[in-house]
């Protein structure tokens, strides 16, 4: 029982961080193909639109949060 | 800190005095012109100067990229605007067209360099049966077989080459331009190895034609970059002077001039300037002083990028220099990266560029985070060269790391809604606004301390406030604020997932490598140019990352919970 425990959190940990880092991965990459733009157009907005592009990892941080509980609050 | 303040004044003066008083603030150096009115100035003779002055400045614009640019020299007193018209009309005369014509023929011949070697990479592709044939027909692909079409084999590709003569020739030529591109030889009138050849000893003509050139370039730099800077500041200050009615407003008798400064620099000009009636206006809109001494230097850059904070507002730069490195360190934490930032710092410094200098500071401090973090958390690439760590292993307390994490994030917010209630003390807001732009956080807080340590009731009664307020602030939205703090906060997980990511993949890349070892005979050498490949693809991505994220949870984070921004930097009307 405790084996089969160990590996649904394990599963659970990875179904966590695989799909959020599948969404942040997909919203990354329509935020950074409009950062680009806009950096062509405006030098200047380089900083900004680098914050942008790295705004949808917030998910994936919360799907590693996620697993880090799972796997070291539940896991023991 | 919040930023300095400013006095709003206004300058009256009669027409006759206005060229006269524009040069003595012109000297002071201490007033932030704004504009007066949107009234249009006549187009008057300084007006039409300032177009004659602005030709010439594009000129001086033309020779500053043509030359290696020079620091320009300090002036203490303008020369007469008609003695440097002509000045500088006599020396664009005497050497414009020389430069001019060495700058262009310079850039021709580079453009045609790139030409001959896009062709001689088109010539090296093609396979060694063809290169003694002269000027031949070639296509790439592949085609069923034809009397008069050959099938030649490069290392990259298949050609068709047409053998055939006379009127076949012609007839296939076309046959195959239907299906096949052709290869543009276009430029060959002789063998693939002859032309190889002409143009190789066409290339190193030219190449020596530029060196001459940027020679010539170079003496003419050195002849002619003083005079020429000292003419450039010259007419870039007599064309400040005589564009800067455009932000008066005038009549047929006297002019106004607005502008902001210090309130230690009033004196100054009431005493300087007697030929004006001074007064003071309320500020409005004002433009935000920023210092610009010790730490704030280096790390105005990360506050600029983002915005400058309005006049009376906060200025974030001082947290900034505390928390950027102290993140950047924590996320990159290796003592062989740390070291590698701090040799990035140092070729920087070697360059005599003074705009990427300003990133120096902000490298060396953020490097020496990070070799502290390394030290912490026993890192130095990876685990390559054994270190023993003094804090945590991230590996084996990636738990107590996160919480490291989160508490680094609480105090990161918990500064930032203490300070926005030192602004909003500071400037007076209305007490009602006072507290539900600054105290539904610390409530928040209060809250899920209280529910913690199992105060259900009080708990749960400052929750429900807590979300009244944001309501109140924000409107139905509001009731999503005490998860949006939540979100916020988690968002400090970062810290530890980069900083796992970092030693993650430098362990991986110790890993392979040491397989790779096992190799025979090769072993040595594929193990250490794995490693360098692997340690500095790793080192590239996450000092990238790092940058990045520290950056982020300033702007992101931190600045959504006090940062006033929208200001215009007070830049005084002075002499370059």
Redesign the interface.
């Given at each position: 029982m405790a084996e089969i425990t160990t590996g649904l959190i394990a599963i659970g940990a990875g179904i966590a961080i695989g799909f959020s880092a599948l969404g942040s991965g997909i919203g990354q990459g329509i935020a950074s193909s409009a950062a680009a733009g806009a950096t062509a157009e405006d030098e200047s907005l380089l900083a900004k639109m680098l914050v942008f592009a790295a705004l949808p990892e917030t998910q994936v941080i919360f799907g590693f949060v996620i697993a880090i509980i799972l796997l070291f609050v539940f896991g023991g | 800190m919040i930023t300095p303040e400013l006095k709003h004044i206004k300058l009256i003066v009669s027409n006759d005095d206005k060229r006269q008083v524009i040069r003595k603030l012109h000297s002071l150096g201490t007033v932030h012109i704004t504009e007066t009115s949107t009234d249009e100035l006549d187009d008057d003779t300084s007006l039409q100067e300032a177009r004659t002055v602005s030709d010439l400045l594009l000129s001086f614009k033309y020779l500053d990229r043509a030359l290696e640019p020079r620091s320009p020299q300090s002036i203490d007193d303008l020369p007469p605007l008609q003695r440097t018209i002509d000045e500088a009309q006599t020396f664009l005369d005497a050497h414009l067209d020389d430069v001019k014509a060495l700058h262009e023929d310079k850039q021709d011949l580079k453009g045609r360099l790139d030409d001959y070697d896009e062709q001689l990479s088109i010539l090296d592709d093609l396979p060694e049966a063809v290169k003694d044939i002269e000027n031949p027909i070639l296509f790439i692909g592949e085609h069923e077989e034809r009397n008069g079409v050959e099938t030649v084999q490069s290392s990259q590709q298949t050609y068709q080459l047409i053998t055939a003569t006379g009127t076949r020739k012609a007839r296939l030529t076309k046959e195959l331009q239907d299906n096949l591109r052709r290869v543009d030889l276009s430029f060959v009138n002789t063998t693939i190895t002859e032309a190889r050849e002409e143009l190789n000893d066409e290339k190193q003509r030219m190449a020596k034609t530029i060196t001459e050139h940027e020679t010539k370039l170079n003496d003419l730099t050195a002849k002619l970059s003083p005079k020429r800077d000292y003419l450039h500041t010259v007419l870039k200050a007599h064309y400040d002077e005589l564009t800067l009615p455009n932000k008066f407003q005038a009549n047929d008798d006297i002019t106004v001039i607005e502008g902001y400064c210090e309130p230690n620099t009033v004196n100054d000009l009431t005493d300087n300037i007697p030929e004006a009636t001074l007064y003071e206006a309320t500020p409005d809109e004002a433009p935000t002083k920023l210092k610009q001494d010790g730490v704030n230097k280096s790390f105005r850059t990360v506050t600029s990028?983002?915005d400058t904070p309005r006049y009376g507002a906060f200025d974030p730069t001082g947290y900034i220099s505390l928390f950027y490195p102290l993140f950047f360190g924590f996320m990159l934490a290796d003592i062989g990266y740390g070291m590698l930032v701090l040799l990035t710092a140092l070729l920087i410094e070697t360059q005599t560029q003074t705009t990427t200098k300003q990133y120096t500071h902000i490298l060396t401090v953020s490097g020496l985070s990070t070799i502290l973090f390394g030290i912490a958390f026993g890192s130095f690439f990876g685990e390559l060269i054994p270190a023993t760590p003094l804090w945590v292993q991230p590996f084996e307390e990636?738990?107590y790391l996160?919480k490291a994490s989160l508490i680094l994030g609480l105090i990161h917010m918990n500064i930032g809604w203490t300070t926005n209630l030192y602004q909003h003390i500071t400037q007076r807001q209305p007490l009602f606004k006072t507290i539900t732009n600054t105290l539904p956080l610390p409530i928040i807080e209060a809250g899920a301390i209280l529910l913690y340590y199992q105060a259900y009731t009080t708990g749960i009664t400052l929750l429900i406030l807590a979300t009244a307020l944001l309501v109140k602030r924000d409107g139905i939205i509001g009731v999503l604020g005490t998860s949006d703090y939540l979100?916020t906060w988690?968002?400090y997980?970062?810290l530890?997932?980069l900083s796992l990511a970092t030693t993650g993949i430098a362990l991986a890349v110790n890993v392979i490598a040491s397989m790779m070892y096992s190799i025979p005979i090769i072993g040595g050498i594929t193990y250490t140019a794995f490693l360098i490949f692997g340690h500095t693809f790793n080192y590239a991505v996450n000092v990238l990352s790092s940058t990045?994220?520290a950056?982020?949870l300033h702007?992101?984070e931190f600045f959504d919970l006090f940062f006033q921004g929208g200001g215009t930097q007070f830049t005084p009307f002075k002499l370059p």
């Open positions: - | 990028m983002y990636s738990y996160l979100g988690f968002s997980a970062r530890l997932a990045i994220n950056a982020r702007y992101v």
